[in-house]
């Protein structure tokens, strides 16, 4: 069985747990904005001028200024005409999908598809195809095969697991040429693809209707909730028919006001991109010539690939007994058992260099 880690302190890059100080090497915050002064300053300023709970779901005044002005900042960093904010990425997944399909629509979604894109397919009732994972052939296969009237691409763009990405544009091509709507996640490229705009950005991909971007608050900016970027009438769609925005208590202002900071210093472009990926090409180099396993992976999640379960469990303990932290991932949730490590701007060239040499001495 497994069971939750929790810390004793904040989140970054080291952290405690049980007692023990670890490198922390398991954190989706990758540019450490969640303990930045301005994001956990602006929370504090919007519990006491907001309250500390937001009382109903949006449509019922549960809702500040402050979440109507991180709609429209999210839609202008994107240059989309609009935005709408889920509580988390799960609840966008989960609301927006069946908002966007239906039991008469027909959905294609990539094998390794997040479990929230997959049970967003599975409450939609529409018809779902999997693809081989970024297999365009195959993707494209399905969709000359379908007669759905109404069809939906669904992809990260960045795989959460293996940390490889979609080949975006050609997916973009076949969403136009079977006119499909395309459905991005975004939720590891936030932050950290395209000035932290994502990948579509990063692509160029034109925002147009049919093209719906994803994305969270709870990775790379260090707070929590989720967007769905898009055309206007997308928007107001969702807005009128995601389960998930109509029946559930709106975010607390604390929340949206660290989003906010968050989102304002990646916009100004004061946020550490640079480092991070710095530390990520640094990481990567050292782990080469190690003869370890990675999935070939194009982001800050380096995954290292073993062939049994007891194997990753017992190098996860052993590297906690060294004082770092660095998960083991494991099936259902993977196919393959592995290390999941995920690098931070936070991280120092030491804390870097100490896991290198800690896993090459425990793996001799
Ligand atoms: C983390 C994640 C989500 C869920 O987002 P939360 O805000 O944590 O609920 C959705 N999709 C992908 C690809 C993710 O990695």
């Given at each position: 069985m497994r069971a939750a880690r929790d810390r004793e302190g904040l989140q970054g890059r080291i952290v405690s747990i049980s007692g023990a100080r670890l490198l922390n090497f398991a954190s989706n915050d990758y540019l450490g904005l969640s303990a930045h002064p301005d994001v956990t300053g602006a929370a504090q300023k919007a519990v006491l001028e907001y309250g500390a709970g937001s009382g109903a779901a949006r449509l019922l005044a549960g809702g500040t200024l402050l979440h109507q002005r991180l709609e429209?900042?999210?839609a202008k960093f994107l240059g989309r005409e609009s935005a709408i904010i889920f509580n988390s990425g799960y609840h966008a997944n989960l609301g927006a999908i069946p908002a966007l399909s239906g039991p008469e629509a027909e959905i294609f979604s990539d094998e390794l598809n997040h479990a929230s894109i997959i049970d967003g397919c599975r409450l939609s009732r529409a018809k779902v195809h999997i693809y081989k994972h970024k297999d365009n052939g195959h993707l494209e296969?399905?969709?000359k095969a379908s007669g759905a009237r109404k069809k939906l691409i669904a992809t990260e763009s960045v795989f959460s697991m293996d940390g490889d990405t979609a080949p975006l544009e050609e997916i973009f091509h076949l969403s136009e040429k079977y006119n499909a709507l395309l459905y991005v996640d975004e939720a590891h490229a936030i932050g950290v693809f395209g000035g932290g705009r994502g990948l579509v950005s990063q692509l160029?991909?034109?925002?147009?209707?049919?093209?719906?971007?994803?994305?969270?608050?709870?990775?790379?900016?260090?707070?929590?909730?989720?967007?769905?970027?898009a055309d206007k009438d997308i928007i107001a769609w969702l807005q009128n028919t995601a389960r998930t925005f109509l029946f559930s208590t709106a975010l607390p202002s604390s929340i949206i006001g660290a989003s906010l900071a968050a989102?304002?210093?990646?916009?100004?472009?004061?946020a550490p991109i640079k480092t991070l990926w710095a530390n990520r090409d640094f990481l990567l180099n050292g782990l080469k010539n190690s003869g370890l396993v990675l999935c070939p992976t194009e982001s800050p999640i380096i995954p290292i690939l073993f062939d049994s379960v007891e194997e990753v469990n017992e190098l996860s303990k052993k590297l906690f007994d060294s004082g770092i932290y660095a998960p083991a991932i494991r099936p259902p949730t993977v196919k393959r058992p592995r290390l999941r490590i995920t690098v931070s701007a936070s991280h120092e060239e030491g804390d870097i260099g100490k896991l290198v040499a800690t896993l090459k001495l425990l793996l001799r």
């Open positions: 429209e900042e999210t296969d399905l969709l160029d991909l034109p925002p147009i209707p049919r093209l719906v971007q994803m994305g969270t608050f709870g990775k790379a900016l260090g707070s929590y909730g989720a967007f769905i970027a989102l304002e210093i990646v916009s100004t472009g004061k």
